[in-house]
Protein backbone atom coordinates (compact mmCIF):
# COMPACT_ATOMS: atom_id res chain seq x y z
CA UNK A 1 0.00 0.00 0.00
CA UNK A 2 1.16 3.09 -1.21
CA UNK A 3 2.85 5.84 2.19
CA UNK A 4 1.25 9.46 1.69
CA UNK A 5 4.00 11.90 2.17
CA UNK A 6 3.33 14.97 3.22
CA UNK A 7 5.55 18.18 4.82
CA UNK A 8 4.11 19.39 8.48
CA UNK A 9 4.06 22.76 9.08
CA UNK A 10 6.69 24.13 11.23
CA UNK A 11 5.77 24.49 14.71
CA UNK A 12 6.99 25.79 17.92
CA UNK A 13 9.50 24.04 20.48
CA UNK A 14 7.69 23.79 23.07
CA UNK A 15 5.61 21.43 21.75
CA UNK A 16 6.46 17.90 19.94
CA UNK A 17 8.71 19.13 16.95
CA UNK A 18 7.65 17.89 13.10
CA UNK A 19 10.23 17.74 11.16
CA UNK A 20 10.79 16.46 7.06
CA UNK A 21 8.74 13.61 5.96
CA UNK A 22 10.49 10.58 5.08
CA UNK A 23 10.35 8.68 2.25
CA UNK A 24 9.26 4.67 3.24
CA UNK A 25 11.94 2.38 3.68
CA UNK A 26 11.60 -1.03 2.92
CA UNK A 27 9.81 -2.12 5.85
CA UNK A 28 6.80 -0.41 4.77
CA UNK A 29 4.70 -3.90 3.52
CA UNK A 30 4.84 -4.51 7.40
CA UNK A 31 2.78 -1.71 8.24
CA UNK A 32 0.32 -0.45 5.19
CA UNK A 33 -1.91 2.44 5.79
CA UNK A 34 0.39 4.23 7.43
CA UNK A 35 0.94 8.02 6.85
CA UNK A 36 5.06 7.95 7.96
CA UNK A 37 6.36 10.93 9.60
CA UNK A 38 9.89 11.80 11.10
CA UNK A 39 9.94 14.19 13.94
CA UNK A 40 12.71 15.99 15.70
CA UNK A 41 12.97 15.62 19.52
CA UNK A 42 13.18 19.63 20.13
CA UNK A 43 14.21 20.29 23.79
CA UNK A 44 13.41 17.12 26.79
CA UNK A 45 11.26 19.67 28.43
CA UNK A 46 8.38 19.50 25.74
CA UNK A 47 4.96 19.16 27.23
CA UNK A 48 2.28 16.69 26.20
CA UNK A 49 -0.99 18.55 24.99
CA UNK A 50 -2.97 19.15 28.03
CA UNK A 51 -6.35 17.46 26.84
CA UNK A 52 -4.22 14.10 26.24
CA UNK A 53 -2.68 14.08 29.48
CA UNK A 54 -4.85 11.63 31.51
CA UNK A 55 -5.88 9.58 28.14
CA UNK A 56 -4.69 6.17 27.67
CA UNK A 57 -2.03 5.62 25.47
CA UNK A 58 -3.96 3.62 23.09
CA UNK A 59 -7.07 6.09 23.51
CA UNK A 60 -4.48 9.14 22.34
CA UNK A 61 -3.70 7.15 19.26
CA UNK A 62 -7.30 6.48 18.41
CA UNK A 63 -7.98 9.88 18.76
CA UNK A 64 -5.03 11.64 16.90
CA UNK A 65 -4.34 9.07 14.53
CA UNK A 66 -1.18 9.00 15.00
CA UNK A 67 1.42 6.66 17.26
CA UNK A 68 4.85 7.84 18.00
CA UNK A 69 7.68 6.00 18.28
CA UNK A 70 10.91 6.35 19.46
CA UNK A 71 14.18 5.60 17.78
CA UNK A 72 17.77 6.15 18.52
CA UNK A 73 20.74 7.83 15.81
CA UNK A 74 23.66 5.19 16.14
CA UNK A 75 22.55 2.40 18.58
CA UNK A 76 24.16 0.19 15.68
CA UNK A 77 22.46 -2.58 14.82
CA UNK A 78 19.90 -1.93 17.05
CA UNK A 79 18.46 1.58 15.94
CA UNK A 80 20.54 4.08 14.18
CA UNK A 81 20.40 6.06 10.57
CA UNK A 82 21.95 3.92 7.76
CA UNK A 83 23.41 5.99 4.74
CA UNK A 84 20.42 7.13 3.21
CA UNK A 85 19.37 8.45 6.54
CA UNK A 86 16.39 5.75 7.03
CA UNK A 87 16.15 4.66 10.34
CA UNK A 88 17.06 0.86 10.69
CA UNK A 89 18.22 -1.91 13.29
CA UNK A 90 17.29 -4.90 14.63
CA UNK A 91 15.36 -2.98 17.71
CA UNK A 92 13.37 -1.19 14.76
CA UNK A 93 11.97 -3.16 12.71
CA UNK A 94 10.80 -5.33 15.78
CA UNK A 95 9.41 -2.15 16.45
CA UNK A 96 7.76 -2.12 13.27
CA UNK A 97 5.94 -5.22 13.25
CA UNK A 98 3.94 -4.33 16.59
CA UNK A 99 2.06 -1.63 14.63
CA UNK A 100 -0.31 -3.58 12.63
CA UNK A 101 -1.16 -5.50 16.27
CA UNK A 102 -2.08 -2.01 17.02
CA UNK A 103 -4.03 -1.13 14.12
CA UNK A 104 -6.19 -4.51 14.80
CA UNK A 105 -6.89 -3.65 18.92
CA UNK A 106 -8.25 0.01 17.96
CA UNK A 107 -9.97 -1.72 14.51
CA UNK A 108 -7.84 1.57 12.83
CA UNK A 109 -7.50 1.07 9.05
CA UNK A 110 -4.88 2.97 9.27
CA UNK A 111 -2.02 5.31 11.78
CA UNK A 112 0.44 8.15 10.87
CA UNK A 113 3.55 7.08 12.04
CA UNK A 114 5.56 9.95 13.65
CA UNK A 115 9.53 8.57 14.14
CA UNK A 116 11.25 10.51 16.83
CA UNK A 117 14.84 10.52 17.08
CA UNK A 118 15.85 10.13 20.90
CA UNK A 119 19.07 10.22 22.84
CA UNK A 120 19.91 8.30 26.45
CA UNK A 121 19.49 11.34 28.14
CA UNK A 122 16.05 12.26 26.78
CA UNK A 123 14.45 8.60 26.18
CA UNK A 124 12.76 8.57 29.50
CA UNK A 125 11.66 12.03 29.95
CA UNK A 126 10.23 12.15 25.90
CA UNK A 127 8.20 8.99 26.64
CA UNK A 128 6.62 10.44 30.32
CA UNK A 129 5.64 13.85 28.56
CA UNK A 130 3.75 12.46 25.69
CA UNK A 131 6.39 13.16 23.01
CA UNK A 132 6.04 9.07 22.09
CA UNK A 133 4.52 6.11 22.69
CA UNK A 134 6.66 3.47 22.66
CA UNK A 135 10.30 3.64 22.61
CA UNK A 136 12.47 0.25 21.02
CA UNK A 137 16.14 0.55 20.68
CA UNK A 138 19.14 -0.24 23.13
CA UNK A 139 16.96 0.42 26.70
CA UNK A 140 18.38 -1.49 29.60
CA UNK A 141 15.35 -2.93 31.59
CA UNK A 142 16.16 -2.47 35.44
CA UNK A 143 14.91 -1.86 38.50
CA UNK A 144 15.77 1.96 39.13
CA UNK A 145 14.26 2.61 36.15
CA UNK A 146 10.52 0.25 36.48
CA UNK A 147 9.92 3.47 39.05
CA UNK A 148 9.82 5.70 35.86
CA UNK A 149 8.79 3.92 33.03
CA UNK A 150 7.00 0.07 32.31
CA UNK A 151 8.70 -2.53 29.82
CA UNK A 152 7.75 -4.96 27.54
CA UNK A 153 8.89 -7.85 27.31
CA UNK A 154 12.59 -8.30 26.76
CA UNK A 155 13.83 -8.49 23.25
CA UNK A 156 17.60 -8.65 23.64
CA UNK A 157 20.80 -9.95 26.20
CA UNK A 158 23.57 -7.91 26.36
CA UNK A 159 26.74 -7.96 28.68
CA UNK A 160 28.40 -4.94 29.60
CA UNK A 161 32.72 -4.95 27.74
CA UNK A 162 35.34 -2.43 26.73
CA UNK A 163 36.12 -1.60 23.08
CA UNK A 164 39.83 -0.59 22.62
CA UNK A 165 42.48 -0.63 19.95
CA UNK A 166 43.85 -3.74 18.65
CA UNK A 167 47.25 -4.23 20.67
CA UNK A 168 45.56 -2.49 23.88
CA UNK A 169 47.37 -3.68 27.03
CA UNK A 170 43.42 -3.46 28.05
CA UNK A 171 42.24 -7.16 27.89
CA UNK A 172 39.61 -6.68 31.05
CA UNK A 173 38.04 -4.26 33.41
CA UNK A 174 41.18 -5.43 36.21
CA UNK A 175 43.43 -3.52 33.34
CA UNK A 176 42.12 -0.27 33.88
CA UNK A 177 43.65 -0.13 37.70
CA UNK A 178 46.80 1.57 36.54
CA UNK A 179 48.18 3.96 39.36
CA UNK A 180 48.83 6.11 36.15
CA UNK A 181 45.26 6.25 35.25
CA UNK A 182 43.53 5.36 32.53
CA UNK A 183 40.63 7.53 30.41
CA UNK A 184 37.51 5.47 29.80
CA UNK A 185 34.62 6.54 27.76
CA UNK A 186 31.12 5.95 28.40
CA UNK A 187 27.57 6.83 27.04
CA UNK A 188 25.47 9.75 29.39
CA UNK A 189 22.83 8.57 31.04
CA UNK A 190 23.36 4.72 30.65
CA UNK A 191 23.86 2.15 32.95
CA UNK A 192 27.79 1.29 31.69
CA UNK A 193 28.29 4.81 33.21
CA UNK A 194 26.82 3.93 36.42
CA UNK A 195 28.66 0.73 36.85
CA UNK A 196 31.51 2.33 35.89
CA UNK A 197 31.67 5.13 38.62
CA UNK A 198 30.41 2.30 41.07
CA UNK A 199 33.22 0.18 40.32
CA UNK A 200 36.28 2.74 40.16
CA UNK A 201 34.34 3.72 43.58
CA UNK A 202 34.32 0.28 45.12
CA UNK A 203 38.18 -0.54 43.78
CA UNK A 204 39.19 2.61 44.42
CA UNK A 205 40.60 3.98 41.58
CA UNK A 206 40.72 7.91 41.77
CA UNK A 207 43.00 7.88 38.88
CA UNK A 208 40.38 6.57 36.37
CA UNK A 209 38.83 9.16 34.33
CA UNK A 210 35.42 8.61 33.13
CA UNK A 211 34.58 10.53 30.27
CA UNK A 212 31.01 11.61 28.85
CA UNK A 213 29.93 11.26 25.35
CA UNK A 214 26.23 12.32 24.22
CA UNK A 215 25.80 9.37 22.37
CA UNK A 216 27.67 6.03 20.95
CA UNK A 217 28.91 7.86 18.13
CA UNK A 218 30.56 10.65 19.59
CA UNK A 219 32.10 8.32 22.04
CA UNK A 220 33.85 6.42 19.07
CA UNK A 221 34.76 9.36 17.34
CA UNK A 222 36.46 10.28 20.93
CA UNK A 223 38.17 6.90 21.11
CA UNK A 224 39.43 7.22 17.20
CA UNK A 225 40.90 10.42 17.90
CA UNK A 226 42.88 8.58 21.12
CA UNK A 227 40.81 10.71 24.04
CA UNK A 228 40.16 7.78 25.96
CA UNK A 229 41.96 3.96 26.04
CA UNK A 230 38.91 1.83 26.01
CA UNK A 231 34.81 2.77 25.39
CA UNK A 232 32.61 0.50 28.21
CA UNK A 233 29.39 -0.31 26.80
CA UNK A 234 27.65 -3.54 25.90
CA UNK A 235 28.75 -5.62 23.51
CA UNK A 236 26.27 -5.75 21.07
CA UNK A 237 26.34 -2.14 20.60
CA UNK A 238 30.59 -2.13 20.47
CA UNK A 239 30.34 -4.66 18.03
CA UNK A 240 27.94 -2.57 15.99
CA UNK A 241 30.39 0.39 16.26
CA UNK A 242 33.12 -1.96 15.26
CA UNK A 243 31.43 -2.09 11.50
CA UNK A 244 30.84 0.71 11.66
CA UNK A 245 34.17 2.11 11.52
CA UNK A 246 36.52 2.42 8.31
CA UNK A 247 39.28 0.06 9.47
CA UNK A 248 37.09 -2.46 11.27
CA UNK A 249 40.10 -5.06 12.31
CA UNK A 250 41.79 -1.83 14.49
CA UNK A 251 39.08 -2.73 17.32
CA UNK A 252 38.74 -4.97 19.45
CA UNK A 253 35.56 -6.36 22.20
CA UNK A 254 37.44 -7.63 25.61
CA UNK A 255 36.40 -7.89 29.29
CA UNK A 256 34.50 -10.79 31.18
CA UNK A 257 31.06 -8.56 31.10
CA UNK A 258 30.80 -6.90 33.85
CA UNK A 259 26.72 -7.18 33.88
CA UNK A 260 24.41 -8.87 31.91
CA UNK A 261 21.40 -6.79 30.97
CA UNK A 262 18.01 -6.85 29.19
CA UNK A 263 16.80 -4.72 26.62
CA UNK A 264 13.15 -3.66 26.34
CA UNK A 265 10.66 -1.64 24.79
CA UNK A 266 9.85 1.52 27.27
CA UNK A 267 6.15 2.86 27.89
CA UNK A 268 4.27 4.65 30.05
CA UNK A 269 3.39 3.21 33.15
CA UNK A 270 -0.16 2.47 33.96
CA UNK A 271 -1.32 1.13 31.03
CA UNK A 272 -2.22 -2.41 31.36
CA UNK A 273 -3.92 -2.60 27.64
CA UNK A 274 -1.46 -1.11 25.78
CA UNK A 275 1.06 -3.20 27.48
CA UNK A 276 -1.11 -6.36 26.94
CA UNK A 277 -0.61 -5.85 22.85
CA UNK A 278 3.00 -4.71 22.83
CA UNK A 279 3.56 -7.95 25.21
CA UNK A 280 1.35 -10.10 23.08
CA UNK A 281 3.14 -9.32 19.60
CA UNK A 282 6.54 -9.72 20.92
CA UNK A 283 5.97 -13.01 22.21
CA UNK A 284 4.29 -14.29 18.60
CA UNK A 285 6.94 -12.52 16.76
CA UNK A 286 9.64 -14.80 19.48
CA UNK A 287 7.72 -18.21 19.45
CA UNK A 288 7.12 -18.15 15.65
CA UNK A 289 11.10 -17.60 14.97
CA UNK A 290 10.05 -14.37 13.15
CA UNK A 291 12.32 -12.55 16.29
CA UNK A 292 14.84 -15.17 15.08
CA UNK A 293 14.87 -14.35 11.55
CA UNK A 294 14.99 -10.45 12.60
CA UNK A 295 17.98 -11.33 14.38
CA UNK A 296 19.96 -12.99 11.61
CA UNK A 297 19.34 -10.24 9.49
CA UNK A 298 20.86 -7.47 11.74
CA UNK A 299 23.92 -9.94 13.61
CA UNK A 300 24.48 -12.40 10.88
CA UNK A 301 24.28 -10.93 7.73
CA UNK A 302 25.79 -7.63 5.83
CA UNK A 303 24.18 -4.57 7.50
CA UNK A 304 24.30 -1.07 6.22
CA UNK A 305 26.10 1.39 5.81
CA UNK A 306 29.31 -0.81 4.73
CA UNK A 307 27.95 -4.22 4.50
CA UNK A 308 29.63 -5.25 7.72
CA UNK A 309 28.80 -8.75 9.01
CA UNK A 310 28.90 -8.73 12.67
CA UNK A 311 28.96 -12.76 12.40
CA UNK A 312 27.33 -13.01 15.63
CA UNK A 313 25.30 -16.37 16.77
CA UNK A 314 22.53 -15.58 18.97
CA UNK A 315 23.45 -16.78 22.59
CA UNK A 316 22.36 -19.22 24.80
CA UNK A 317 20.34 -17.02 27.07
CA UNK A 318 18.80 -14.96 23.87
CA UNK A 319 17.55 -17.96 22.41
CA UNK A 320 15.68 -19.32 26.15
CA UNK A 321 14.45 -15.59 25.75
CA UNK A 322 13.10 -16.34 22.53
CA UNK A 323 11.72 -19.53 23.79
CA UNK A 324 10.08 -18.32 27.01
CA UNK A 325 9.66 -14.61 26.79
CA UNK A 326 9.17 -12.25 29.93
CA UNK A 327 9.71 -9.26 31.31
CA UNK A 328 11.70 -9.41 34.80
CA UNK A 329 15.15 -7.30 34.36
CA UNK A 330 18.05 -8.97 35.20
CA UNK A 331 19.39 -7.12 38.01
Not at 58 to 75: A, D, K, P, W, Y
Not at 223 to 249: H, N, S
Request: with cysteine.
Amino acid sequence: MRVAVRRPPQVRPTGPVAGRVCRAPRWRALAGGLLLVLAGTGSPAVRAQPWMEDASTLERIRQTGTLSLGHRESSVPFSYYDGRRQVVGYSHELMMRLVEPIKRELRLPALTIKLVPLTAQNRLPLLLNGTVDLECGSTTHNRDRERQVAFSNSIFVVGTRLLVRRGSPIRDFADLKDPKGRRVLVTAGTTSERLLRTYAERERLPALQVLVAKDHGEAFSRLERGEAAAFMMDDALLWGLRARAQQPADWEVVGTPMSTEVYACAMRQGDARFKRVIDEALAQLMRDGDALRIYQRWFQRPIPPHGMNLNWPPSPDLLVLYGQPDDRPRD
